[in-house]
């Protein structure tokens, strides 16, 4: 699979027995939607855990529908139509981009990650 950003391959991490996808060269990260459902299911108190419940809450935020959402240059890199850019929790600066075609998931650009998980 393609980076949507850089159009770099993106290399297959597993996270917790959930496998996701992260560039190697710009640092993205794409989520699939049933990766993230997968992730919250484990529901762990734990530290590192923590992230994939952020994980989650973004996309549940993703559907329950962007309010302020417009076309991103990006494509989908499951289904190629183009992503949405949509401000995160209306914090300046942190928008993602979403498929809102075929809800196939999510992409975070390289630090988006660790700005979500300082806002909770
Ligand atoms: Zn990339
Ligand atoms: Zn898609």
């Known amino acids: 699979m393609d980076c949507c950003a850089c159009k ?3 290399a297959e991490v597993a996270v917790d027995g959930v496998t996701i996808d992260r560039c190697n060269r710009c640092g993205g990260v794409w989520l699939d939607a049933g990766e993230a459902e997968e992730l919250a299911t484990k529901n762990k108190p734990t530290r590192a855990d923590e992230l994939k419940r952020r994980k989650y ?4 935020q993703w559907k329950t529908g962007p309010q302020n ?3 991103s240059d990006r494509e989908c890199p499951r289904c190629h139509a183009k992503l949405s850019r949509a401000n ?3 914090v300046p600066g942190l928008h993602v981009d979403l498929c809102t075609t075929k809800s196939c998931g999510l992409y975070l650009d390289k630090g988006e990650l660790e700005k979500i998980r300082l806002i909770g």
Do not use: G, V
């Open 8 to 10: 770099a391959a993106m």
């Open 57 to 60: 809450e973004l996309l549940r």
């Open 69 to 71: 959402s417009k076309p």
């Open 88 to 90: 995160y929790k209306d």
